[in-house]
């Protein structure tokens, strides 16, 4: 897997993950990673002319909080059914 900054805005977040947020989680995250930097990157998909995350909701709103406009991602490959 190969790790890359991604722009935040062609990320598409899947409903069903989105749901999975916990607001209150967000702001104590950003903190923390605007102290120590991002320790874990986000898994996303190549999608049709975009990302589709994987895993790391919380990471992307911490670090919107903080006003990036890129993240570190690890590319990973789509299940196949």
Not at 67 to 78: D, F, P, S, W, Y
Request: no cysteine; net charge positive; hydrophobic share 40%.
């Amino acid at each position: 897997m190969r790790i890359i900054d991604v722009p935040i805005d062609k990320i598409y977040v899947p409903s069903a993950r989105r749901k999975t947020l916990e607001v209150d989680k967000v702001e104590p995250l950003a903190e923390d990673i605007l102290e120590n930097g991002l320790q874990v990157p986000i898994y996303v998909r190549i999608g049709k002319d975009r990302y589709v995350l994987v895993e790391g909701l919380h990471r992307i709103e911490a670090v919107k909080l903080l006003g990036e406009k890129t993240i570190e991602a690890k590319i990973v490959q789509a299940k196949k059914h």
